[in-house]
């Protein structure tokens, strides 16, 4: 009988990957569903924009989900992310910095994202802060 052991050796095709390759998978993956969901909007948009004479925008969208056969969770998030981007144009975004900046205080920044310092310093005591 003919061996699989002698095509995908052990030492080729780990089992486990090493915690760095996992990370950059993680990624990777992270990166190529939000591509998927990029093309799902794209594709929307041009759905709701074709059928815009027939039919009402959430109607088309949900034509575009049903008929692409898009799976939740999936599908609510390619409905959210597409009347997003719809609506940017019909309802105006109001810019919390710009309204901070008006009643005095400072705008909110985003944090500086430390991804190697984290996936390192997991399960070591966190110092303590003084001030």
Request: aromatic fraction near 6%; glycine fraction near 4%.
């Amino acid at each position: 009988m003919f061996s699989l052991r002698r095509l995908f050796p052990e030492r080729i095709f780990r089992r486990k990957l090493e915690p760095a390759a996992e990370r950059r998978l993680r990624l990777a993956q992270a990166r190529a569903e939000e591509a998927v969901i990029r093309a799902h909007v794209d594709n929307a948009l041009m759905f709701v924009d074709t059928l815009a004479e027939d039919m009402a925008f959430d109607r088309a969208i949900d034509s575009y989900i049903r008929e692409m056969a898009i799976p939740e969770p999936l599908a609510s998030t390619v409905a959210t992310r597409t009347l997003v981007v719809l609506g940017q144009d019909l309802v105006p975004y109001r810019r919390r910095a710009v309204d901070e900046d008006a009643s005095g205080e400072a705008g909110e920044e985003r944090p500086k994202l430390r991804l190697n310092e984290a996936s390192q310093g997991r399960g070591q005591p966190r110092p303590i802060k003084r001030a």
